[in-house]
T-cell receptor, first 114, second 109 residues
C-alpha cells in the first residue's frame, strides 16, 4: 500500500475483554514498531520487529500485551483482559532498515476501555 | 530524568516569526529523528539526522553530537505549522527510539 495502514481506527471495548490491533506496514519495510500515546502524554515504545530477528519486547507494559508479525509483513498487537489504563492511541510505524531510516507512521488506533 | 529533554514544552508565536525548538539527550546516539504530530494525531517524520544540518523548505534541523543537542528551526512560521514537534533519539546501543515529551507550537495569524 501507499502508507502504513492500521485497523480499526477506533475500538471501544469493555474492561476484561481482549482486543487485536492490526498494522500493515509499507511493502518492503523490514522494521516495524508499535507505540502508544496516552491522553496528554508522549509516545511510549512498546515493541520492535526487525526482519527475522527476535523482536525487542522491552517496552511492553505487562504480560497482557503481546505482538506478532507474520511473514515479515502484517503485525497484530493483542491486549488481553483490557484495563482502563490501556486506553490510548496505538501507533504503528515502519522503516526500510531500522531506526536509522526515516519512519512512516500509521494513523493509529484509538482504543477506549470502558 | 528522561533521556531526551525538549524545550520549550509550549510555544506560541506570531505568524512570520523564526522558531527554535531544542532537544538535548543524555545517551550516546547514532541518529535523531524530528517528528511532527498534527492536532488530528497523525505523525510525520520530518528529519533523521546523524550529523550536521538538514533543510527542507522552511524547516532546518541541526545536531551537535559532541554537545548532545539538536535544534529544529522554522523560518517564516505559519499557522499551519501549529503542531506538536517531537524529537526521538536512537541510542548507540541500537535500542529503539527514546522520545522527548514534545513541544506544542501554536502559530497565531
Amino acid at each position: 500500500g501507499a502508507g502504513v495502514s492500521q485497523s480499526p481506527s477506533n475500538k471501544v471495548t469493555e474492561k476484561g475483554k481482549d482486543v487485536e490491533l492490526r498494522c500493515d506496514p509499507i511493502s518492503g519495510h523490514t522494521a516495524l514498531y508499535w507505540y502508544r500515546q496516552s491522553l496528554g502524554q508522549g509516545l511510549e515504545f512498546l515493541i520492535y520487529f526487525q526482519g527475522n530477528s527476535a523482536p525487542d519486547k522491552s517496552g511492553l507494559p505487562s504480560d497482557r500485551f503481546s505482538a506478532e508479525r507474520t511473514g515479515g509483513s502484517v503485525s497484530t498487537l493483542t491486549i488481553q483482559r483490557t484495563q482502563q489504563e490501556d486506553s490510548a492511541v496505538y501507533l504503528c510505524a515502519s522503516s526500510y532498515g531500522g531506526s536509522v531510516e526515516k519512519l512512516f507512521f500509521g494513523s493509529g488506533t484509538q482504543l477506549s476501555v470502558l | 530524568k528522561n533521556e531526551v529533554e525538549q524545550s520549550p514544552q509550549n510555544l506560541t508565536a506570531q505568524e512570520g516569526e523564526f522558531i527554535t525548538i531544542n532537544c538535548s539527550y543524555s545517551v550516546g546516539i547514532s541518529a535523531l529523528h524530528w517528528l511532527q504530530q498534527h492536532p488530528g494525531g497523525g505523525i510525520v517524520s520530518l528529519f533523521m539526522l546523524s550529523s550536521g544540518k538538514k533543510k527542507h523548505g522552511r524547516l532546518i534541523a541541526t545536531i551537535n553530537i559532541q554537545e548532545k543537542h539538536s535544534s529544529l528551526h522554522i523560518t517564516a512560521s505559519h499557522p499551519r505549522d501549529s503542531a506538536v514537534y517531537i524529537c526521538a533519539a536512537l541510542s548507540s546501543g541500537n535500542t529503539p527510539l527514546v522520545f522527548g515529551k514534545g513541544t506544542r507550537l501554536s502559530v497565531i495569524a
